[in-house]
């Protein structure tokens, strides 16, 4: 995940809600598209369209996953919404109640306190499509191949978006990337700390999208994917500053000898970004993938 402006806030309400504009535009359109064209041709060709979805949400948060796919996918849906914060599950669904889908059809939601590990144990029964947004960093190897050898056993498609793929670049006025010394190693030293162990093991960080598709390949999925970048200009700054707060603490928990250079390399870039002479680019990356039961129902070409 792209990193909050502590290890606190990690999945803070404050940090989901100041992130979500910048999800929401950076998200592939063309894999929701064929997300929902699979969902409606697995549902049976008659009424199909009033063919209840299961739809699971794994680490959902405040919901902000829901609130971009619900209304872009047609036919009724049934949310099962899955997080270890009770609180944020509260959020979820005062939140997304109101919402229909893309045809005016009713959203029926469900939530669910588990961990992740519960969630692919026990989550997915009957799930249709399988949806997660920013969390796979987080996680091991071994938890990324549990949940695909659960997706499969579900027969389930999968829609995950913005796992985070390493580039990062910052853009002179101009556009033109920047790339000195001190952004190499600041940089090189944010992925060694994403990849650190959270709890259960060395974390994917940005190997995650990598290690998804070829674990889903493995198993017989079809699997397309897109880039997702965040875009942050003048118009994002608070979520930038909030980035760039999250980037330091990280470096001094990484490199705590070299607390002066990170010092002065967070003043200068973000410095650079308040006077609007930097823009920044944070990649991301969208997958989704069809079971090898779908017959090529939806399957990405």
Same mark, same amino acid.
């Given at each position: 995940?792209?990193?909050?402006?502590?290890?606190? +806030?990690?999945?803070?309400?404050?940090?989901?809600?100041?992130?979500?504009?910048?999800?929401?535009?950076?998200?592939?359109?063309?894999?929701?598209?064929?997300?929902?064209?699979?969902?409606?041709?697995?549902?049976?060709?008659?009424?199909?369209?009033?063919? *209840?979805?299961?739809?699971?949400?794994?680490?959902?948060?405040?919901?902000?996953?829901?609130?971009?796919? +619900?209304?872009?996918?047609?036919?009724?849906?049934?949310?099962?919404?899955?997080?270890?914060?009770?609180?944020?599950?509260?959020?979820?669904?005062?939140?997304?109640?109101?919402?229909?889908?893309?045809?005016?059809?009713?959203?029926?939601?469900?939530?669910?306190?588990?961990?992740?590990?519960? +969630?692919?144990?026990?989550?997915?029964?009957?799930?249709?499509?399988?949806?997660?947004?920013?969390?796979?960093?987080?996680?091991?190897?071994?938890?990324?191949?549990?949940?695909?050898?659960?997706?499969?056993?579900?027969?389930?498609?999968?829609?995950?978006?913005?796992?985070?793929?390493?580039?990062?670049?910052?853009?002179?006025?101009?556009?033109?990337?920047?790339?000195?010394?001190?952004?190499?190693?600041?940089?090189?030293?944010?992925?060694?700390?994403?990849?650190?162990?959270?709890?259960?093991?060395?974390?994917?960080?940005? *190997?995650?999208?990598?290690?998804?598709?070829?674990?889903?390949?493995?198993?017989?999925?079809?699997?397309?994917?897109?880039?997702?970048?965040?875009?942050?200009?003048?118009?994002?700054?608070?979520?930038?500053?909030?980035?760039?707060?999250?980037?330091?603490?990280?470096?001094?928990?990484?490199?705590? *000898? *070299?607390?002066?250079?990170?010092?002065?390399?967070?003043?200068?870039?973000?410095?650079?970004?308040?006077?609007?002479?930097?823009?920044?680019?944070?990649?991301?990356?969208?997958?989704?993938?069809?079971?090898?039961?779908?017959?090529?129902?939806?399957?990405?070409?």
């Amino acid at each position: 995940m792209s990193m909050p402006p502590s290890a606190d +806030a990690l999945f803070s309400d404050q940090w989901l809600t100041l992130r979500e504009p910048a999800d929401h535009r950076a998200r592939d359109a063309q894999l929701t598209h064929a997300a929902d064209r699979w969902l409606s041709r697995r549902a049976t060709p008659v009424r199909a369209l009033e063919i *209840q979805r299961t739809l699971v949400d794994l680490g959902c948060g405040s919901g902000s996953n829901l609130r971009y796919l +619900a209304p872009r996918l047609h036919g009724a849906q049934h949310w099962r919404l899955i997080d270890h914060d009770a609180e944020l599950l509260a959020h979820a669904r005062l939140r997304c109640e109101p919402l229909v889908s893309a045809d005016g059809q009713p959203i029926h939601l469900e939530t669910r306190e588990l961990s992740l590990v519960d +969630a692919w144990k026990h989550g997915l029964q009957g799930a249709d499509l399988v949806t997660a947004s920013a969390l796979f960093d987080l996680l091991t190897t071994a938890d990324a191949d549990a949940l695909a050898e659960t997706c499969h056993i579900n027969n389930c498609a999968v829609l995950f978006a913005l796992s985070v793929d390493g580039h990062i670049r910052f853009h002179d006025a101009s556009g033109a990337p920047l790339f000195s010394d001190d952004d190499q190693f600041m940089l090189a030293a944010l992925e060694a700390h994403q990849r650190r162990d959270k709890g259960s093991g060395s974390a994917m960080g940005t *190997q995650a999208p990598r290690h998804l598709r070829e674990s889903l390949h493995r198993r017989g999925y079809h699997v397309r994917e897109a880039t997702s970048p965040w875009r942050l200009g003048p118009e994002s700054l608070p979520l930038a500053e909030a980035l760039l707060a999250g980037w330091r603490s990280a470096l001094d928990e990484q490199l705590p *000898q *070299q607390s002066r250079r990170i010092e002065r390399w967070h003043t200068q870039r973000l410095e650079g970004l308040m006077r609007e002479q930097l823009t920044l680019t944070v990649g991301h990356r969208d997958l989704f993938a069809t079971p090898p039961e779908s017959d090529g129902v939806g399957a990405p070409a």
